[in-house]
T-cell receptor, first 116, second 110 residues
């Protein structure tokens, strides 16, 4: 079974520039998550999709961050414009829909973003 | 919002010793999970324990849950250098949403 794919793995941009991250979840997984993980901290949920609908985006800074999941499969996360404090690893995860197994999340390798 | 807080923040032990990490949370939960993160394999799900369970085992891992004290512990027995990683507890926030704590950094010396 192929895992969660993310690209790019690394990105360096200047502040005020824009950047986009891509995620391909495990085939058949209905739920997709984007997390931000700042060095030394645990992952913080930015947005959660169920199929192509948003379940939770309460911690997404909507003035600069946007995300979409077209056709309930792949997803993109965009930052525009980036700030220095956006430097972090952005993790994508997916999970299935069966009750207890639905909580078990499978994570991609992440994208390490550096904003200078 | 609900969040697990791990204790200690960092732990250093010798190979072969047991490692115990604790997690405390604030509000009622349906389940609690433990994840491991290292540079080689990224963030990986270890174990899920439901609110009506008190103890669960998986290989060298033993997880306990005390809902009356709102706490959980993860025990790794006979630790190996490969167990060096950060360990996170994660509580459920409803509808498959998971809230992670800040983690315990475990270093196992060979």
């Amino acid at each position: 079974e192929a895992g969660v794919a993310q690209s790019p793995r690394y990105k360096i941009i200047e502040k005020r520039q824009s950047v986009a991250f891509w995620c391909n979840p495990i085939s058949g997984h209905a739920t997709l998550y984007w997390y931000q993980q700042i060095l030394g901290q645990g992952p913080k949920l930015l947005i959660q999709f169920q199929n192509n609908g948003v379940v939770d985006d309460s911690q997404l800074p909507k003035d600069r961050f946007s995300a979409e999941r077209l056709k309930g499969v792949d997803s993109t996360l965009k930052i525009q414009p980036a700030k220095l404090e956006d430097s972090a690893v952005y993790l994508c995860a997916s999970s299935g829909s069966k009750r207890w197994r639905g909580y078990e999340q499978y994570f991609g390798p992440g994208t390490r973003l550096t904003v200078t | 919002s609900q969040q697990g807080e791990e204790d200690p923040q960092a732990l250093s032990i010798q190979e072969g010793e047991n490692a115990t990490m604790n997690c405390s949370y604030k509000t009622s939960i349906n389940n609690l999970q433990w994840y491991r993160q290292n540079s080689g394999r990224g963030l990986v799900h270890l174990i899920l324990i439901r609110s009506n369970e008190r103890e669960k085992h998986s290989g060298r891992l033993r997880v306990t849950l005390d809902t009356s004290k709102k706490s959980s512990s993860l025990l790794i027995t006979a630790s190996r250098a490969a167990d060096t990683a950060s360990y996170f507890c994660a509580t459920d926030g409803g509808w498959f949403k998971t809230i992670f704590g800040a983690g315990t950094r475990l270093f196992v010396k060979a």
